[in-house]
């Protein structure tokens, strides 16, 4: 019913795009012209805009779609923000494509302090905050508002399927491949992805049987993180 496509931008972010019925919802829109040019080219209607952090690279288009589609944008509050949105926080339910997908937010500090992620009807968009076989940089936040954000994405339905802002599955294994000293399962999956491949959207029950910064302790999640800051 709902169809998920990735707008590949920059280096490695996808917007992710749910198409329903020729109308479309987008999540962080880092550049408009890719944007408008799929609109375009597959006569879709974009009907909102979410967000999940302050970033540049999920914003940057932000004002140039919503000077051609008159879209309400949706937001955690962010005082650098200058386009209008609707602002969003734990618990708020955001009605789509006419009520046919309601998706719920929950704030996961962490990356930044003001990230959102979004879900509902077995799909989540977790930004920067959960990646597959990794997570987000905490910029802002305290390894504890990280990891205690990730504990939320633990309460989430297992079936959901994941869609992560970046593509860095494969530098995510060659880190674990290399922390967990050559680990058979990492090295498997590893082996099974190459450069050019969209490795997303994963599951969330296998990003929690296999994510070790899903299913450590907070020391050993401590650990992991900062070792990968230094990857
Ligand atoms: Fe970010």
Redesign the pocket.
Known sequence: MFKVVPIPILNDNYIWTIIHDKMTVVIDPGLSDPVLKYHHENNLDLTSILIT?H?H??IGGVNEITNQFNVPVYAPYHKKFNFKYHQVQENSKIQLFDNKLELSVIEVPG??LEHIIYHGNELLFC??TLFSFGC?RI?EGSFGQMYDSLKKIKSIDPNSKVYC?HEYTLKNLEFLKYYFKDNEFYKNKHQDLSKSMITLPSLLKDELESNPFLNSSFEEFKKLREAKDLF
């Open positions: 952090h970033h690279d999920h990356h930044t930004g920067d987000g910029f802002t």
